[in-house]
């Protein structure tokens, strides 16, 4: 099994506490803040996999300001479904945050703009899922104030 830090916690892959109990003796105790979540999916493969466990800091966005790039876990909201095959006793989804408010974000084909500019996405594994129809164009779109795309 993997382990990997997280960045923060800030309030598409999915997530579940890891209850203390079943954290290997060979993981370093938590700090104040921090929280350890077990990967349940592999939407944010190759970075993470089902299996993997990530430990993140909640106190981290309370002296900083979330940038593109930035690894976020998000709670998902009641109203909406959890992914297919996720096992979540809290709903919890680790994405990666693409712009910050004020820029513009895009995608052609399969590269990725914000402000105009390419942006590098060594990670990203374009591939459709089964039954979704995807288009490979999107937007432009200006991320409003105190708002982020991920």
């Known amino acids: 099994m993997r382990s990997f830090p997280a960045i923060a916690l800030f309030v598409g892959l999915s997530v579940a506490p890891a209850?203390?109990?079943?954290q290997p003796e060979h993981d370093?105790?938590?700090?104040?803040?921090e929280v350890s979540f077990a990967i349940t999916a592999d939407s944010m493969a190759p970075t993470f996999i089902s299996g993997d466990r990530?430990?993140?800091?909640?106190?981290?966005?309370?002296?900083?300001?979330p940038?593109?790039?930035?690894?976020?876990i998000l709670?998902?909201?009641?109203?909406?479904?959890?992914?297919?095959?996720?096992?979540?006793?809290?709903?919890?989804?680790v994405k990666r945050v693409v712009a910050?408010?004020?820029?513009?974000?895009?995608?052609?084909g399969k590269r990725l703009q914000v402000n105009g500019k390419d942006v590098p996405e060594p990670y990203a594994q374009y591939e459709?899922?089964?039954?979704?129809?995807?288009?490979?164009?999107?937007?432009p779109i200006k991320v409003?104030?105190?708002?982020?795309?991920?």
């Open 100 to 108: 910050v408010g004020g820029d513009v974000v895009s995608l052609k």
């Open 28 to 33: 370093p105790p938590l700090k104040p803040g």
């Open 54 to 65: 990530i430990i993140s800091d909640s106190l981290y966005y309370k002296s900083h300001v």
């Open 144 to 150: 409003p104030p105190n708002h982020f795309f991920v």
């Open 75 to 93: 709670k998902v909201p009641h109203d909406q479904p959890l992914p297919e095959n996720v096992i979540s006793v809290q709903p919890m989804l």
């Open 19 to 22: 209850p203390q109990s079943s």
């Open 67 to 72: 940038r593109g790039g930035d690894l976020i």
């Open 128 to 139: 459709p899922s089964e039954g979704v129809v995807e288009s490979t164009d999107f937007g």
